[in-house]
């Protein structure tokens, strides 16, 4: 059972547009969520992430916002560029899980077109 | 400044043959230790992870097994391997210490033939 869903697998966007990742999640349990961008053939990078008790973070050109009653968060990317063309992965966290691993989603594909 | 290193980068593999890759961490000490495979359109699948010496947790039954001989080393092996696990490997690491996220190596792309 999928705890982490990110049910699109690729998107598609114009450069200069804003490009929406979406994941959504069933373990109410969860209280912290991250972002990870990941190139081919390299290993994922952080990029975002929120803590439950917010409903928004902003880092310059990307926004994670968190919808904790529908177990939903999105990735903002504004405005979209050609590098931001990558796998993005949405991942999740129980509490005090410093020892626990975080649950991934299976990404989202995104295509910035110049 | 913590790195982690992982090697070797490719690999092609005949089935049946061993497997052994290698994970390290410098700049910290006592990480908490993971392996990750990405194949094709499955996004990334927790494999192995540790969070202390010989302390090795397995998340999905296979023909692989990891092992930490050393505080900052992970191994990921196999006796025989299959044509199914072909594969981007990741190792992982975190401090281990309550903090979240984890800091990716480069990857190992296996090939089986």
């Known amino acids: 059972d999928q705890q982490v869903k990110q049910n699109s697998p690729s998107l598609s966007v114009q450069e200069g547009r804003i490009s929406i990742l979406n994941c959504d999640y069933t373990n109410s349990m969860f209280d912290y969520f991250l972002w990870y961008k990941k190139y081919p053939a390299e290993g994922p990078t952080f990029l975002i992430s929120?803590?439950?008790?917010?409903d928004k973070n902003e880092d310059g050109r990307f926004t994670v916002f968190l919808n904790k009653s529908a177990k939903h968060l999105s990735l903002h990317i504004v405005p979209s560029q050609p590098g931001d063309s990558a796998v993005y992965f949405c991942?999740?966290?129980?509490?005090?899980?410093?020892?626990?691993?975080?649950?991934f989603g299976k990404g989202t594909r995104l295509s910035v077109i110049a | 400044s913590q790195t982690i290193h992982q090697w070797p980068a490719t690999l092609v593999q005949p089935v049946g043959s061993p497997l052994s890759l290698e994970c390290t961490v410098e700049g910290t000490s006592n990480p908490n230790l993971y392996w990750y495979r990405q194949a094709a359109g499955r996004g990334l699948q927790l494999l192995f992870y540790?969070?202390?010496?010989?302390?090795i947790s397995s998340e999905v039954p296979q023909n692989l097994s990891a092992s930490r001989p050393q505080d900052r080393q992970f191994i990921l092996s196999s006796k025989k391997l299959l044509l199914s696990d072909s594969g981007f490997y990741l190792c992982a690491w975190t401090p281990g210490s309550g903090l979240i996220g984890y800091t990716f190596g480069s990857g190992t792309r296996l090939t089986v033939v």
């Open positions: 929120i803590s439950s008790i917010k």
């Open positions: 991942a999740a966290s129980e509490p005090d899980s410093g020892n626990t691993p975080l649950v």
């Open positions: 540790s969070v202390g010496i010989g302390q």
